[in-house]
């Protein structure tokens, strides 16, 4: 065993994916004087990053959230106890024995940033997500961490700011992955073939990943839009993906869409006409009383009035809004739909329980299409 001042993470077994997970005080502990390339070494390793939601088909165990490139669990295999203290100790110590100022810094910085990963989402600030997503019922069916970007997979980088209560629509949710993976098997097993002019519209895209995703599998234009606050972020991830749709033979744009006042809606390759979208995707729209009424008011502006026009919604079963989601299908049945298919699945939030273990999401998705009596 070479000397503690030139341990490295490895030398310490934190990262071998067979190991026993390691208590808090098999690190280095301060009053040994660790170096600053051991701390460094080691609180990168306990990088912890949102985890992923999707349960396997086989094993229900969760993926990452980003495939081979970053892992959802930190790296290191080692329980959580004790590890929030263990990093508030090195915030606080001064560091003495470490003579540049600059490696005190990136110590201090680096364990901050670890004890804001074991905080939650919120305390996280900006981050970067990469998705699977599938691009045919085969690739469903697979692990997409063993072939990332393949001919039947692809990998969606957003980008999120930094989550506040009143900015929720900058979060990535466990109802708009799921829905982004179930698009290659909407197109190929329910909904109709739309032609290739036809533009997809998003309403509440938040960070872009259900759009996104459309213009890949659907290869489409799609047009994502969300408030004005929301906008930049979208445009950002649009951009961020630009090349991977444009080898898909698809494209998205960023607009904003109020839906009290959709009819207002226009953006650069798109003029916003009534009842010009064949198909709109919604993921977790309703989030508050008003939601329901809202989401249908612009949906009534922009669904194409013919028999092909498909509307996709899929949303959490979240207790205490059953009133919510029986608005939405009531006034969705007054405009004159009706739910040709339906269905529920579960996947993963990025919040946890009190043992910090992730949430199953129960989410219920819905395709409705025109009554034949509504059609002119």
Known sequence: MPPLAALTASDLGLG??????LHVLDLPQLYSKPSASVLLSILTDLRSEPPSWQATPKSGTPRSTSGASTPARPRCKIRNEGVPAYLTKIISSPLAWIESEDDKERIWDLAAKRLSERSGR??????TRSFQIPLSAKALQENPEEAPN????????????????????????ASSYLLATRLCLLRDEILPVFRHHDFILEL???TGLVGLAAAAVFQRPVILTDLPAIVPNLQRNIEQNEDLLAARQGCASAAVLDWASPESFAC??????????????????VYDAHQPGLLVNAIGCHVARSADARIVIELPLR???????QDLRDRMEGLGLEIREQGEEVGYDDWTDHEGEMV??????????WKASSLP
């Open 16 to 21: 071998g994916a067979d190991d026993e997970p």
């Open 360 to 369: 199953e999401v129960r989410c219920w998705w819905a395709i409705w299409g």
């Open 122 to 127: 919120t305390a996280m600030g900006d981050i």
């Open 150 to 173: 393949s001919d039947n997979c692809i990998e969606i980088t957003l980008h999120e700011p930094a989550l506040a209560a009143d900015s929720l629509g900058l979060k990535t949710w």
């Open 319 to 325: 207790e205490g809004f059953a009133a919510e989601r």
């Open 204 to 206: 509440g895209a938040g």
């Open 268 to 285: 650069l390759t798109h003029a916003g006409v009534p009842h010009a979208f064949p198909l709109i995707l919604a993921a977790d729209p």
